[in-house]
Structures are given as structure tokens and as C-alpha cells.
């Protein structure tokens, strides 16, 4: 079991003939099939029974009772709707069973029970799934689960989820983020694009997409020739409050109006709350136009965690708000988009807009280097003003803080540098990198 998905022609239809309340004919003799078989070829043809488990693996089906994150290292289905097989018997239903990121195997079945093409996808590990809800909203829609597991454990071997509407059902490895609305076309309905891979945070650009779409997040795939197909049916698109448990998934036009160190507050239209979430380790873009940026409150490019930060702050000094697009896993930002943020005029007297330096980064040892907005690294001349913030059990604390930093000479901050503790500088009102010490 791999995940692909094949056209097989049936010996007869009485090959699921044994399951016919489950099952029924379409217009275009197809059979809605819903379950999982063992099949045998005969001349091209195929027949078979349910799989209902054997040599030593059990099948346990059914709904879900909670959702399951990539993160989940448990799955548990509905107790009061769950069958489970051991080699066609039935015995006593187990619903809660084990997931593994390297030993169980993942697929998803979107488009179940429908007359479409099913999409599948495949992944080691758990994989996201959204279990049913009382309104129905944000849930896959007529999903059934089937796990097989070893006899004489509880240790998921292979889950298969398969859904008419299967939501929750996307990795980070199916997710990128079109950086801009595809408006550049390359031949018949073809356009050329940027990507960011949520994956590995990776941009490639000019890749070829199948048809006009909007900028924001979408699932994937691509064909023969390498042309992508952009669509946001398996996407998780975060309608309640993030906390720990929030993995792999999605939120747009988040309004972000507070932030502290690298915590920031936010919501969205569809619901979703951010609320002291932390994004020190998250991939930023800033995909606002020059013109754009020339009219805000900041106009620097946003490229890095410290400048976003600032961003937030001169947004809300100027009774405003930073509006960008998020992805969160394990309750943390790791991606961010920026499309807007306040109009008004820069503060030429704060942080690095107007300063001699662009980038700054904050070595594992506590020295700084700085560089110019062409990336060149350059000398920063005179005594700065500092500060050192440390990370406590709870909190971040500020434990050091003075106006005598010179590029070159001993840091200030030395002596409250300690192996294995975790920091970062603020030079003239520009916050930096969050590091480890060494």
C-alpha cells in the first residue's frame, strides 16, 4: 500500500456484493467502492473480498472521534460506530491506537463517495484530519477511517483516511504559498509563479501553474510535464484559537495588533486568534509593493522576525494594524507573509529605516555583524544604545540594557552571556535574531 491510485476493471459486480448497503451503482458504472479490498488478478480482471485483516494485522474502521494533527501521537475513532476484524472475525473494537513518524504509513482519499477523480495523498507519519463537528463546519465531510495495526499491539501501521471532503488532510509537504496573484501568463491558461514550499521554507520561482489564482495557500500537484495545479481543498485553515495542538495549518488576512518580543496578537474574519503566539523562528516575506511601502508607516522590507516586530509596533503606534498571511505548527508561526501594513510616515529617529545598517545577526557567541541593504557587511561607527533580553522559564526579561556599544570592542553584554541560554540584542531599537548561547 503506497498510496497511488489506479483504474482496475471488476470480474463482476458481485465482488462487493457482500457489502451492498454500503455500496451503490453510478450513472457511468462506477462503483462507489468505500472500504478497503484484497483483490486478485484474472486476465486483466480483478476479484476479491473485504479486507477485514490477516497474517498477524487487524482493521479496526470507523469515524473519528477527535481530530489528529501531524504532531498526534495517538488516534482515536467513535466508540459507539466502530468495528474491528482480526482475520474476518469481528472482535472487541479498539479505537485508540498508536501513531508513529516513522512507522506508520499515512493515506488520504479526498473525494470519496463522489463521482470525481479521487485525490490522494500520501505521507509517513501521522496526518491531519478534521473529525466530525456538531455543525458540520470545518469538518471532513461522510469521512471513515481505517487503521491496521499488528495483532499483538496497538501501533497504527497504516492509516487510511477517506472522505467526500477530506479537511485537515495536508502536511506541510503539500503546502506551498503563492507569493503574489498570478498574473504573468505563459501560454494557453498557463502562468508563471513564485512558490514557497512549506516544507522546508524554500521559494522557486517561476514554475508554471494551470490557471489564474489569487496569492495565499494552497495544496498541490503537479503533472507529467511539471506544471502545478493549485487548489485548498485538504488546506486546514485555522477558525478558533491557536494554541499547542494547532499544527500544519493555514490563517490569511490576520490583523496583528500587539506584539511583545517575538509574541504576537491577532485575529481574522474566519475566526482564528492569535494571541501571544510566538513567530522567533519564522520564515518572513514581505510581499507589499515598493509603492506600497514608500506610503506606510514602515517602509523597509520585512524580511526577518526583528523587523516584523518593529513593523507590528509602529502599525499600532499609528492606530493601525500589520495585516499578513500565517502558517502555524505546534502552535508557533513559522511562515509570514506581510501584504499591508499602516499608512504613514516612517520614524526617522527609531530602529534601522534610516539607520547606516540594514541587516544585523547575532552570533551563537554574542558578537554582532551588520550589514547594508545590499547585504555587503559594513563597520558601524560610534557608541549605540543596547539592550540584552534573556529568555526566563516564562518569560522574556531584559537583563541588561546601556548606550556604550561600539562595533569591534568587547560586548557590553558579556558578562551576562551564559552557554545554553537563549538571547537577543536590541541596538538602537532594532531587535535581532534569537540564538543560543555557546
Given at each position: 500500500?503506497?498510496g497511488?491510485?489506479?483504474?482496475?476493471?471488476?470480474?463482476?459486480?458481485?465482488v462487493?456484493a457482500?457489502?451492498?448497503?454500503d455500496?451503490?451503482l453510478?450513472d457511468?458504472?462506477?462503483?462507489?467502492?468505500?472500504d478497503?479490498y484484497?483483490?486478485?488478478?484474472d486476465?486483466?480482471e480483478?476479484d476479491g473480498?473485504?479486507?477485514?485483516?490477516q497474517?498477524?494485522?487487524s482493521?479496526?474502521?470507523?469515524?473519528?472521534s477527535d481530530?489528529?494533527?501531524?504532531s498526534?501521537?495517538?488516534?482515536?475513532?467513535?466508540?459507539?460506530?466502530?468495528?474491528?476484524?482480526?482475520d474476518?472475525?469481528?472482535?472487541d473494537?479498539?479505537?485508540?491506537l498508536?501513531?508513529d513518524?516513522e512507522?506508520?504509513?499515512?493515506i488520504?482519499?479526498?473525494?470519496?463517495?463522489?463521482d470525481?477523480s479521487?485525490d490522494?495523498?500520501?505521507?509517513t507519519?501521522?496526518m491531519?484530519?478534521?473529525?466530525?463537528?456538531?455543525d458540520g463546519s470545518?469538518s471532513?465531510?461522510?469521512?471513515?477511517v481505517f487503521?491496521?495495526?499488528?495483532d499483538?499491539d496497538r501501533?497504527a501501521?497504516y492509516?487510511?483516511?477517506?472522505a467526500?471532503?477530506?479537511?485537515?488532510?495536508a502536511s506541510?509537504?503539500d503546502v506551498v504559498?503563492?507569493?503574489?496573484?498570478?498574473?504573468?501568463a505563459v501560454?494557453?491558461?498557463?502562468y508563471?509563479?513564485?512558490?514557497y514550499?512549506?516544507?522546508?521554507m524554500?521559494?522557486?520561482e517561476?514554475?508554471?501553474?494551470?490557471?489564474?489564482e489569487d496569492?495565499g495557500?494552497?495544496?498541490y500537484?503537479?503533472?507529467?510535464d511539471?506544471?502545478?495545479?493549485l487548489?485548498t481543498?485538504?488546506i486546514?485553515?485555522?477558525?478558533?484559537?491557536?494554541?499547542?495542538?494547532t499544527?500544519d495549518?493555514a490563517a490569511e488576512?490576520v490583523e496583528?495588533?500587539?506584539v511583545?518580543?517575538?509574541?504576537?496578537?491577532?485575529k481574522?474574519?474566519d475566526g482564528?486568534i492569535?494571541d501571544a503566539?510566538?513567530f522567533?523562528d519564522a520564515t518572513?516575506?514581505?510581499?507589499?509593493?515598493s509603492?506600497?511601502?514608500?506610503?506606510?508607516?514602515?517602509?523597509?522590507?520585512i524580511n526577518?522576525a526583528?523587523?516584523?516586530?518593529?513593523?507590528?509596533?509602529r502599525s499600532?503606534?499609528?492606530?493601525g494594524?500589520l495585516?499578513?498571511?500565517v502558517?502555524v505548527?505546534?502552535?508557533?508561526i513559522?511562515f509570514?507573509?506581510?501584504?499591508?501594513?499602516a499608512?504613514?510616515?516612517p520614524?526617522?529617529d527609531e530602529e534601522?529605516?534610516?539607520a547606516?545598517?540594514d541587516?544585523v545577526?547575532?552570533?551563537?557567541?554574542?558578537n554582532?555583524?551588520f550589514?547594508?541593504?545590499?547585504g555587503?557587511q559594513?563597520?558601524?561607527t560610534?557608541?549605540?544604545?543596547w539592550?540584552?533580553?534573556?529568555l526566563s522559564?516564562?518569560?522574556?526579561?531584559?537583563?541588561?540594557?546601556?548606550?556604550?556599544?561600539?562595533?569591534?570592542e568587547?560586548n557590553?553584554?558579556k558578562?551576562?552571556?551564559?552557554s545554553g541560554e537563549?538571547?537577543?540584542?536590541?541596538?538602537?531599537g532594532?531587535?535581532f535574531?534569537i540564538?543560543t548561547?555557546d
Open positions: 500500500m503506497d497511488s491510485e489506479v483504474d482496475l476493471r471488476l470480474a463482476d459486480s458481485d462487493i457482500d457489502n451492498d448497503g455500496h451503490s453510478a457511468d458504472d462506477f462503483f462507489y467502492v468505500n478497503l484484497i483483490l486478485e488478478e486476465d486483466d480483478y473480498e473485504a479486507y477485514r485483516g497474517d498477524g494485522y482493521v479496526t474502521m470507523g469515524p473519528l481530530d489528529v494533527t501531524s498526534s501521537s495517538t488516534i482515536r475513532l467513535d466508540s459507539a460506530n466502530t468495528l474491528t476484524y482480526d474476518e472475525d469481528e472482535i473494537d479498539v479505537t485508540c498508536y501513531l513518524d512507522t506508520t504509513t499515512s488520504g482519499i479526498d473525494q470519496a463517495h463522489t470525481d479521487l490522494v495523498s500520501f505521507s507519519g501521522p491531519a484530519a478534521k473529525a466530525y463537528d456538531a470545518g471532513s465531510v461522510d469521512l471513515t487503521v491496521i495495526f499488528k499483538d501501533d501501521v492509516v487510511v483516511y477517506a467526500e471532503n477530506l479537511k485537515g488532510g506541510s509537504s504559498y503563492l507569493a503574489d496573484d498570478a498574473n504573468n501560454g494557453s491558461g498557463n508563471e509563479v513564485d512558490l514550499f512549506m516544507e522546508d524554500s521559494l522557486v517561476d514554475l508554471t501553474i494551470d490557471a489564474k496569492q495557500f494552497y495544496d500537484e503537479v503533472d507529467e511539471g506544471v502545478y495545479s487548489g481543498g485538504s486546514e485553515f485555522i477558525t478558533g484559537k491557536v494554541d499547542d495542538d499544527d495549518q488576512d496583528f495588533d500587539e511583545r518580543s517575538y509574541l504576537a496578537s491577532g481574522n474574519d482564528a492569535f503566539i510566538s522567533a518572513v516575506i514581505d510581499t507589499r509593493s509603492s506600497d511601502r514608500s506610503d506606510d508607516v514602515y517602509d523597509n522590507e526577518t526583528s523587523k516584523l516586530a518593529t513593523a507590528i509596533e499600532v503606534d499609528a492606530d494594524v495585516i499578513a498571511d502558517y505548527q505546534d502552535g508557533e513559522v509570514v507573509a506581510v501584504t499591508d501594513v499608512d504613514g510616515e520614524d526617522e534601522n529605516q534610516n547606516d545598517f541587516e545577526e547575532l552570533a551563537k557567541n554574542g554582532l555583524t550589514y547594508d541593504d545590499d555587503d559594513i563597520t558601524l560610534g557608541e549605540h544604545d539592550e540584552l533580553w534573556w522559564a516564562s518569560d522574556w526579561v531584559r537583563t541588561g540594557y546601556g548606550d556604550d556599544y561600539v562595533y569591534g568587547d557590553p553584554w558578562d551576562e552571556w551564559d537563549r538571547y537577543y540584542v536590541v541596538i538602537d532594532v531587535e535574531n540564538v548561547a
